[in-house]
Structures are given as structure tokens and as C-alpha cells.
Nanobody, 116 residues
């Protein structure tokens, strides 16, 4: 069983930065694809960024150049560094893990609010 716990959300002004963390339990972290999704009120959940087991990354066009996903396999943790935040980045951010043998798991989410 994989458990994911996000942290680091909060209230930030436009142009500010936040760093989200997601700590994973279990022994399959290093071989899992890790992803960050977000869901804003009244909108569909969208994939923000992903990082493969080999470190390859992908980003939604809306966050390219502003967000950076990274992972620390020794600590079973994935990060999302968010810079130059905009009002439209306001959402609940979810961490997910995907493993070819063990399927997908979701965290409980962390709220990010960008407001002046």
C-alpha cells in the first residue's frame, strides 16, 4: 500500500513562490512515475507536471518556465517548486504515483491560494 502526504500549500501573493512536497510510503517510490495534478473550483483536474523514474520531466504549457518538479529517491519525496505564481494557479494540488505493477495512488491534496 502506497500512502502519499502532500505539504507546503498556503496563501501567497501573485509573483510569489511556494514549494510543495509529497512524502511517499513503501518501497516502490524510486520505480514510480510521480505526478502533480491540480483542480481549481469549477474546473476539471489537470496534470501539472510529471517526473519519471529516470528523472525525465514533463510540464503543462501553463506552468512551463515557472514550475519545477524534482524527486529525492533517498527520501521518498517529490517536490514541486512553483515560482511567479498567478491567480490562475489557485487550486488544490494533488500528488500521485503510478507504478506498472502496483497501479496509481493519490494524496489528499494541499490548497494553494494566490491572492493579494
Amino acid at each position: 500500500q502506497v500512502q502519499l502526504v502532500e505539504s507546503g500549500g498556503g496563501l501567497v501573493q501573485p509573483g510569489g513562490s511556494l514549494r510543495l512536497s509529497c512524502a511517499a510510503s513503501g518501497s516502490i517510490f524510486s520505480s514510480s512515475v510521480m505526478e502533480w495534478y491540480r483542480q481549481a473550483p469549477g474546473k476539471q483536474r489537470e496534470l501539472v507536471a510529471s517526473i519519471g523514474s529516470g528523472g525525465g520531466t514533463n510540464y503543462a504549457d501553463s506552468v512551463k518556465g515557472r514550475f519545477t518538479i524534482s524527486r529525492d529517491n533517498a527520501k521518498n519525496t517529490v517536490f514541486l517548486q512553483m515560482n511567479s505564481l498567478k491567480h490562475e494557479d489557485t487550486a488544490v494540488y494533488y500528488c500521485t504515483s503510478v507504478h506498472v505493477a502496483y497501479g496509481g495512488h493519490w494524496g489528499q491534496g494541499t490548497q494553494v491560494t494566490v491572492s493579494s
